[in-house]
């Protein structure tokens, strides 16, 4: 490796077209045999030094760094717990594994591992695909690169299929049919695949200091992120848990253990209804504020989110004064829990983007 060696200071000049320039060492050009019309490529640091790398260098060691994927191995015989073989293998899909081979010591209990192998990659690995299986190994590869799916666009659509989620399982209290039942597993599935698949992104930028190209402005930003994809899945999952818990429920009605006498409340259910629509674009807005990066944004709708305490409140006295099936009522509890949960997880959005926006603004702001 070659020691640092110190080229002096140049000046910056500006041309009469408003561009600033400077020269380049000329011993720096000759050793790297750079001529007119060379690429170099321009990298701000962390701490705002500035990095220049000619194109054929850094493509040379795109493609060095391209021959040598991540490439992990699993060695199990039929005595250790299948549930730990895929927490293993889950958890070196998150850290960034190009290659997971999966080695079976007992080819005879292969197929059984196997099946579960292929399921936790279908079911959870975005992006995955089985690119080759013996009897006694079966070789994944993760395709999908940062470029190809943005996080931002990631995590946007992570927030869609939640709150569609949310809305399918509020709607099946009134219409608890197969259809919706799996549209809610459905979604949840999704959402928890495309939370992993964010997770093993962040984990990669974060080992190559990549925030800029991952479209981040500092590397706190990484933070911010893992704290959204969090707030996200607890939505997809308290969609899950109104689900299972309308399941429960359906079945005790088919097997004609329990009789519900009156029809669900139509003052009740609007009302609700009501509430979560209001949350689904609170937690809608505060999305986009955090993406356009809007600080006035955030302040309003941490304000909003104030607001709408009071109907919070008049929401459980109406559902407290109401003669209702305690099983109903306790979905009914489940839902309204779950809404108000996305009411203040768009609370923590819009506080995550006044930490980020925070120091940007204030810098611009001069004393008069």
Known sequence: MLAEKDLGYRRVQCTGRG??????????????????????AFNIQPDSTLTLVPRKIREKEGRGNAAK?????ISIDSKENIQSTLRMT???????????????????????????????????????EIIDETSDEITLQILIKHSEFPIEKAVRRMAIVALSANRDAIDA??????????SVIGSHNDVNRLGLYIVRQLKYGIER?????????????????????????????NAMNIINNLG???????DETLFIK??????????????????????????????????????????????LKPLENELIMLMSSKKMDPNIASVLRLIFDSSRRIMDYSGNMAELTLNRTVEELCSTLAYK
């Open 19 to 40: 561009s600033y320039i400077i020269s380049l060492p000329k011993e720096w050009v000759q050793d790297l045999e750079l001529k007119r019309g060379s690429e170099i």
């Open 69 to 73: 994927p991540k490439e992990y191995y």
């Open 90 to 128: 889950r958890a070196l899909y998150a850290i960034g594994a190009d290659i997971i081979r999966v080695h079976f010591k007992n080819p005879q209990d292969a197929i059984k591992y196997k099946n579960e192998i292929k399921s936790l990659a279908r079911d959870n690995f975005l992006g995955s």
């Open 173 to 182: 209290l009134k219409e608890r049919s197969t259809a919706v039942f799996d």
């Open 209 to 237: 200091n990549l925030y800029r190209e991952l479209g981040f402005r500092t590397p706190k930003e990484f933070l911010l992120y893992r704290i959204a994809v969090n707030d996200i899945e607890s939505i997809a999952q």
């Open 248 to 254: 429960s429920l359906q079945k005790l009605i088919d």
């Open 262 to 307: 009156d029809p669900i409340d139509e003052e009740i259910y609007n009302q609700l209804v009501n509430y979560s629509t209001q949350a689904h674009q609170l937690y809608d807005d505060s999305i986009k504020a955090l993406f356009k990066r809007e600080y006035k944004d955030a302040e309003k709708l941490i304000s909003k989110r104030e607001s």
